[in-house]
């Protein structure tokens, strides 16, 4: 049976050297970075991962910005507001929760968030990054991913890999970070003739469709490390895209849901914020060197 990957383990060391980082910033400049969450109407499942995601800032000593809009905002005003955290030298990151109310353009208000702020990743900025294999920010479930197969030191480099869903949230970024590390990506969604055929290649299989239990015994390679990024709510609890107890019994290297992937993504956005902090210090230095020797 294969071994389970410690998802809430992995996330909780992510956060514990994010908490590190803050302390030496502050120490540095005085300044804790401080992460803007956009929440625009009353959407129940977003309320709840806006104030985990609230609270996870304040445990790791980053400063919480929270902005919320009501349900029929216009389009103008979330643009403005976007605009002035984008202008605020105290908001490192702004995360804009998805969805939005159906009469905004969410493409439009993404690519408001300058890229260096964009903590989310979703800017077409931040994924041009990705695309082309240059520093940036990265959508926050994928690096989660990525990280958790760091963890348990699985080889990348020239496996067969194969990631199921094109999300431009999950799976895209999922497949153009590992082809980052070299792996040999094939990228699966709706329209693949034959997934199961698709996915026994796979030495790592990332599965992201969204769909409860899509993924069992037959479409897995005995001793794969299966990593299930699906959530869905049952009544006998948290359930993935892949059917767990089958699936156990033929791969090497398994994520249980809950415990697995989920507990990386909140992780991961305070590791981008981090970052993002990082990168602007970095900026105003250079900036203020530049001034006193000109
Ligand atoms: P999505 O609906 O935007 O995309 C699903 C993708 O899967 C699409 O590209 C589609 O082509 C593909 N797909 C759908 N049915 C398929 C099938 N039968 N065979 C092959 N491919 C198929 O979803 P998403 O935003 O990418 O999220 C995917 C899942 O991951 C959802 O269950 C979501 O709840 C979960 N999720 C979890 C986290 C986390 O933190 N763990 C974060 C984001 C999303």
Redesign the pocket.
């Known amino acids: 049976t294969a071994e389970l990957i410690d998802g809430k383990a992995v996330a909780a060391r992510v956060r514990q050297e994010v908490a590190d980082g803050v302390a030496e910033l502050v120490a540095q400049d005085g300044q804790a970075p401080g992460l803007a969450t956009v929440l625009v109407g009353e959407d129940p499942a977003s309320e709840v991962y806006v104030r985990n995601k609230r609270r996870a800032c304040v445990a790791a000593g980053m400063v919480d910005l929270h902005r919320r809009l009501p349900g029929d905002a216009s389009q103008q005003q979330i643009d403005e507001e976007i605009g002035r955290l984008a202008e605020d030298p105290g908001v490192s990151g702004i995360l804009l929760q998805l969805p939005l109310p159906g009469h905004l353009d969410p493409d439009a208000l993404i690519d408001r968030i300058p890229a260096g702020k964009d903590v989310d990743g979703l800017t077409a900025g931040n994924a041009g990054l990705l695309a082309q294999g240059r520093d940036g920010l990265r959508p926050?479930?994928p690096s989660?991913v990525a990280r958790l197969l760091d963890e348990y030191a699985v080889p990348l480099a020239g496996a067969k890999v194969v990631v199921?869903?094109?999300?431009?949230?999950?799976?895209?970024p999922m497949a153009q970070l590992l082809l980052a590390r070299d792996a040999t990506v094939t990228l699966?969604?709706?329209?693949?003739k034959d997934?199961a055929a698709e996915a026994r290649e796979a030495e790592v299989l990332v599965v992201?469709?969204?769909?409860?239990g899509?993924i069992g015994r037959e479409s897995v390679r005995p001793g794969a490390t299966v990593i299930d990024?699906?959530?869905?709510r049952t009544e006998n609890g948290l359930r993935?895209?892949v059917r767990f107890a089958e699936t156990r019994g033929v791969a090497g290297l398994l994520t249980p849901?809950p415990g697995?992937?989920?507990p990386?993504?909140?992780a991961m956005l305070l590791a981008n914020t981090l970052q993002a902090a990082r990168w602007q210090q970095n900026r105003t230095n250079e900036l203020r060197s530049s001034q006193c020797s000109g």
């Open positions: 926050c479930t989660g199921v869903g094109r999300s431009v949230l999950v799976g895209r699966c969604h709706s329209r693949t997934l992201a469709a969204g769909v409860p899509l990024v699906g959530i869905h993935g895209d849901v697995g992937v989920g990386m993504t909140i």
